[in-house]
C-alpha cells in the first residue's frame, strides 16, 4: 500500500502533469514516489516486476469520503492483469518463447502434441509421459453422436466458427463433472476432451458445411494427419496424409499454441474467473478469436490479396492504406514492434509446402506488399511488421483448406494455450472474478418521466 509522506517533500512537487522530475534522495528504491498536485501529498508506491499495484491508488484521496484514485487504461494497452510463467514475449526483440523454450527450436525440433503438454504441464515430457499424453488425445477425438445432429441443423452456409462457438459451448452438456474446475483429475480430463475433439468438431463443422459426410477419427494417424483425414478423405478405403503437408500444419500449430494475453485469453481467463465448466470459457475464447482484428485476420488477408489482384495493383491498395480507407490485414501487432518471429517461421514453411502444392500465385502479391510497406515511413514510424497471420492463410488455402476454415486452424491450436491460461488463472490466489472499473460520463441523475411528458 502506498505511504503518505509529507506535504512537499519530493522534488516533483510543482512539474507541471505528464513532466519527469528526479530525486536523487529517492533514487535506488524500489518505488515510485507520488505528488497529488490537488492536495499537495506525496506517496510512495511499491514497485515489483516494473508494475505499480493499480489498488494502491486508491489510497490517493482529496478527502477521507473519496473513492480513491483509479488507472485509465482502455484496451488495456499498458495494464499486467496477471502473473503468468507460460508464454514470454519481447515485443521489441521479437522473441517469443513457451515455458522459456524459444519457438524457433520448438517449431525445429518438437510435435504440436508434445508442445501442448509443455504449455499444459510447465515442462517438457519424458518419453513415458509424451506416449501416454499422445495415447490419451487419440482416443477422446471421438464426440456424442447427438453432436452430429447440433452440426446438421446449422444452415448449409454457416461459418464454422459460428458453429465451433456453439459447439464447443454445447460439450459441456455432455460431461457434468467438467464443473468441478477445483478437482484436479476432472480438471485434466475436460482438458484431454478439449485438445482432443477441437480437430473434430472443425472438420464436422466443415463437412456438414460442404454437404459431404463426417469422417470420423482414425486412430492409426498423427493429430494433424487424423485432422486433415476427417476433413478431405473421400472414398478411399485409408487416408494417408502428405507427410510435407502434415508437418507443416503440425508446425503451424505450434506456432499459434499460445500468445500470452492476447483478446481471447483475456476472454478465458476473464469468463473463466466466474467459475463455469471450461467448455463454456473456450467457447467465449474462440468468439474473441473469431473477429477480423484477432484470428479471423488470416481470413481478411487472403480476402485482401484476392481484391488487390495483382502485383501492379499493389502500390494503389498501400496508397488506400496509408489514407485510413482500408487496414492491410496480417500487419501489426500490439506487442511486437519487430518481425513477428512467427511470421519468419511460416515464410520458410511456404516454401516447402509450396513445392508440393505448387506456388499461389497469391504470394507474389503479399511478397510486394511486404516489400513496398517494409520501406515506406508509413509502416516503418508505426513499428508495422508483417504478423502470424500475413502468411499463414496463404499455405492454407495452398493445402486446400477453405478460406472460412482459416479461423478454426488458429483455434485449434489455441486450446492449449487457453487451457493453461485459465488453470493458471484457477490457481493464482491473487485472482479473483474480473471485474474492472468504469469512469462514468452519462447523465446525472434524473426522475422517470411518462411518454405523454417526452420530447
Ligand atoms: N494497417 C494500417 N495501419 C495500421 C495497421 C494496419 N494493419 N495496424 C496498425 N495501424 C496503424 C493505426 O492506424 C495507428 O495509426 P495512427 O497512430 O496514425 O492512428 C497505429 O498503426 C497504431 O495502431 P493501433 O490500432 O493503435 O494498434 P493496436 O495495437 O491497437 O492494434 C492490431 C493491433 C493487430 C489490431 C492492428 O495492428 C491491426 O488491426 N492489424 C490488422 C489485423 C491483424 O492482422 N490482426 C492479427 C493480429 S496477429 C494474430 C493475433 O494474435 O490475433
Known amino acids: 500500500m502506498p505511504r503518505p509522506a509529507n506535504a512537499g517533500n519530493s522534488g516533483s512537487q510543482d512539474a507541471p502533469a505528464g513532466r519527469i522530475a528526479t530525486n536523487d534522495r529517492s533514487a535506488g528504491r524500489d518505488t515510485l514516489s507520488v505528488t ?16 505499480v499495484p493499480a489498488a494502491a491508488l486508491r489510497d490517493i484521496k482529496t478527502a477521507p469520503d473519496d473513492f480513491g484514485l ?3 487504461d482502455p484496451a488495456f494497452t499498458n495494464t499486467a492483469h496477471c502473473k503468468s510463467r ?3 514475449i519481447d515485443g521489441d526483440k521479437g ?3 513457451y515455458r522459456g523454450y524459444p519457438i524457433e ?3 525445429e525440433h518438437s510435435t504440436y502434441l508434445e508442445v501442448a503438454y509443455l504449455i499444459v504441464h510447465g515442462e517438457l515430457p519424458t518419453r513415458g509421459q509424451y506416449e501416454e499424453w499422445v495415447f490419451s488425445i487419440t482416443h477422446h477425438t471421438f464426440l456424442h453422436e447427438n453432436m452430429k445432429r447440433l452440426i446438421e441443423a446449422f444452415r448449409y452456409d454457416a461459418h464454422p466458427m459460428g458453429i465451433l462457438v456453439s459447439t464447443v459451448g454445447a460439450l459441456s452438456t455432455f460431461y457434468s463433472e467438467a464443473k468441478s474446475i477445483f478437482d484436479p483429475e476432472a480438471r485434466r480430463q475436460q482438458m484431454v476432451r478439449l485438445i482432443a475433439k477441437m480437430p473434430t468438431l472443425a472438420a464436422f463443422a466443415y463437412r456438414a458445411s460442404v454437404g459431404m459426410p463426417f469422417v470420423y477419427p482414425d486412430n492409426d494417424l498423427s493429430y494433424t494427419g487424423n485432422f486433415l483425414n476427417m476433413l478431405f478423405r473421400m472414398a478411399e478405403s485409408k487416408y494417408r496424409p502428405n507427410p510435407v503437408l502434415e508437418r507443416a500444419l503440425d508446425v503451424l500449430f505450434i506456432l499459434h499454441a499460445d500468445h500470452e494475453q492476447n483478446c481471447s485469453t483475456l476472454a478465458m481467463r476473464a469468463v473463466g474467473s466466474s467459475h463455469p465448466d471450461p467448455y463454456s470459457s473456450v467457447a467465449a475464447a474462440v468468439a474473441a478469436l473469431y473477429g477480423p482484428l484477432h484470428g479471423g485476420a488470416n481470413e481478411m488477408v487472403l480476402r485482401m490479396l484476392k481484391e488487390i489482384g495483382s502485383k501492379d495493383r499493389v502500390p494503389g491498395y498501400i496508397q488506400r492504406v496509408k489514407q485510413g480507407q482500408v487496414r492491410l490485414m496480417g500487419f501489426g501487432h500490439r506487442v511486437y514492434k519487430n518481425y513477428d518471429p512467427r511470421a ?6 511456404a516454401d516447402q509446402v509450396f513445392e508440393v502444392t505448387g506456388r499461389n500465385p497469391l504470394l507474389d502479391i503479399a511478397l510486394e ?12 514510424s508505426r513499428k508495422l511488421y508483417p504478423n502470424v497471420d500475413f502468411y499463414s492463410g496463404l499455405i492454407y ?3 486446400k483448406f477453405p478460406v472460412e476454415t482459416f479461423p478454426v486452424l488458429f483455434a485449434i491450436p489455441r486450446t492449449a494455450g487457453w487451457l493453461a491460461q485459465w488453470e493458471e488463472m484457477l490457481l493464482d490466489p491473487e485472482q479473483k472474478i474480473a471485474r474492472p472499473r468504469q469512469v462514468y460520463t452519462g447523465s446525472p441523475r434524473r426522475d422517470y418521466r411518462s411518454m405523454d411528458d417526452r420530447m
Open 36 to 51: 497529488d498536485n490537488r492536495t499537495g501529498r506525496t506517496y510512495e508506491l511499491p514497485i515489483e516486476n516494473g508494475t
Open 70 to 72: 483509479m488507472s485509465y
Open 86 to 88: 507460460i508464454t514470454m
Open 95 to 97: 522473441i517469443l518463447n
Open 105 to 107: 527450436q520448438l517449431a
Open 344 to 349: 519468419r517461421i511460416i515464410k520458410q514453411i
Open 369 to 380: 506488399l511486404e516489400r513496398i510497406a517494409l520501406q515506406d515511413d508509413y509502416f516503418v
Open 397 to 399: 488455402q495452398s493445402m
